[in-house]
């Protein structure tokens, strides 16, 4: 099959997200499929891809790494016609979710939407109130939704979250894989080297985006409750994001600053390096449809203390 991928978020772009469009392409395209990607321009580091074909974007407001997409284009409606897709799969309501949609009702072809995001968890990104915010953002993504023919999702507990808000459409559960051996392969010496920590130290890591969603001021709390109690402990928080200052004051206003280490964003090889350097992941997101960094967590050989919300409750059984 001629298989469209609609997408509001791809590379150089990092994120679970992107991480798992990567996968269903990789595999899909292993099962002989043909894979075309439809995604916004970025800036920086956006290389030409063969299949891949970009709609012009201007940069985010609340977050300048991301780019929004400009949903319509004289140069690819064209092509998109031209290629005869057989099946639009769509990773965003919005914008280019938006545009598949509207080409795969124009066509009469199969229309699936991978649920990735619980966008109402997400509304600080967007200058409205708060509450109103959240119910039409909520709205939205129940009525993009029930447009489709099937809804893809991660976990069983974000299924009964759609059904819970309307969904009547077809859900279907296709958690997204990782490469476990990548994971196991990791140089342990090299997080220890970077920020000179001892041996004797015990390290918590955190991978995952700075931004108020993953509740990364309530981790910086929990972190000083263990120094307490373990003084040889340090927290290295892995990723980059609009919150970096605020969490680094945060830190240093509760006395944990010299023991609270920013890496910035990393390789994917640098990642694996930190999950092979560390003792414990620490994970205080409760807005996880799954949450991978959790699924790479455990390939490493890692164990989890996580917080028990939405998708994070089916990757981490307690105790």
């Given at each position: ?17 992107v ?11 292993n ?17 030409k ?17 991301f ?35 509207r080409?795969?009702?124009?066509e ?9 995001t ?6 600080h ?14 709205r ?42 990548r ?90 390096n ?25 390939a ?20």
């Open positions: 099959m001629k298989i469209g991928i609609f997408t509001d978020s791809y590379l150089p772009y990092t994120s679970g997200v991480r798992s469009i990567e996968t269903f392409k990789e595999e899909l395209t099962l002989g499929h043909e894979v075309y990607i439809f995604a916004p321009r970025y800036k920086k580091n956006c290389q891809e063969s299949r891949v074909f970009r709609f012009a974007s201007i940069p985010s407001l609340t977050n300048p790494d780019a929004l997409a400009v949903p319509f284009s004289l140069h690819l409606k064209p092509i998109i016609k031209d290629l005869k897709l057989d099946l639009i799969h769509v990773h965003s309501p919005f914008l280019l979710g938006w545009v598949g949609a080409y795969a009702r124009k009469g072809i199969p229309l699936v939407f991978t649920y990735h619980l966008y109402e968890e997400y509304v990104y967007i200058p409205l109130s708060g509450t109103l915010k959240k119910d039409i953002v909520q939205l993504s129940r009525d993009f939704c029930n447009h489709c023919d099937m809804v893809i999702v991660p976990t069983a507990i974000i299924g009964s979250y759609l059904r819970k808000i309307g969904v009547t459409t077809k859900l279907r559960k296709v958690p997204t894989g990782i490469k476990t051996d994971f196991r392969n990791g140089d342990s010496k090299w997080l220890r080297q970077l920020f000179n920590i001892s041996p004797q130290d015990n390290i918590l890591l955190f991978v995952g985006r700075l931004g108020q969603e993953k509740n990364i001021g309530l981790l910086l709390e929990s972190f000083r409750l263990v120094k307490n109690e373990r003084k040889n402990t340090k927290l290295v928080l892995v990723g980059g994001g609009p919150q970096e200052e605020e969490l680094r004051s945060q830190a240093e206003s509760l006395g944990i600053g010299d023991s609270v280490f920013f890496t910035g964003i990393l390789s994917p090889e640098e990642v694996t930190c999950y092979a350097g560390s003792d414990i992941f620490v994970f205080s997101s409760m807005t996880e449809t799954q949450g991978l960094v959790i699924a790479e967590a455990k490493a050989g890692l164990p989890v203390v996580a917080v028990g919300a939405n998708g994070v409750t089916e990757m981490v059984e307690d105790g």
